[in-house]
């Protein structure tokens, strides 16, 4: 079965940096998608980017300005978010999802989520 774990998450000044990892494993080969959202008390979950691999392909929401860098590493079966310039509205707990194609249909996955405080 698949499981998603989210670590680094943590407090951090205003300006400062985090990179956040998602640990994939039982996942399929094929078609997937892969990316982080969060989600901060009183707000919708947040979509922030996603890796695709049917088009090898990468998207970003556009509200992070360039700060957010998403990655991976197919040998560790990893996904990372590198994140700078950190502000106070960062402040969410974090989540790694993943969408899987099983040839009938898209399965989805969530991991636990990793609290990310932005405070001085």
């Known amino acids: 079965q698949v499981q998603l774990v989210e670590s680094g998450g943590g407090l951090v000044q205003p300006g400062g940096s985090l990179s956040l990892s998602c640990a994939a494993s039982g996942f399929d080969a094929g078609h997937y998608i892969i990316g982080w959202f969060r989600q901060a008390p009183g707000k919708e979950r947040e979509g922030l980017a996603c890796l695709n691999s049917n088009e090898d392909s990468i998207y970003y929401a556009d509200s992070l300005k360039g700060r957010f860098i998403i990655s991976r590493d197919s040998a560790k079966n990893t996904v990372y978010l590198q994140m700078n310039s950190l502000k106070p509205e960062d402040t969410a707990v974090y989540y790694c999802?993943?969408?899987?194609?099983?040839?009938?249909?898209?399965?989805?996955?969530w991991g636990q989520g990793t609290q990310v405080t932005v405070s001085s």
């Open positions: 999802n993943s969408k899987l194609w099983n040839g009938l249909g898209w399965s989805d996955y």
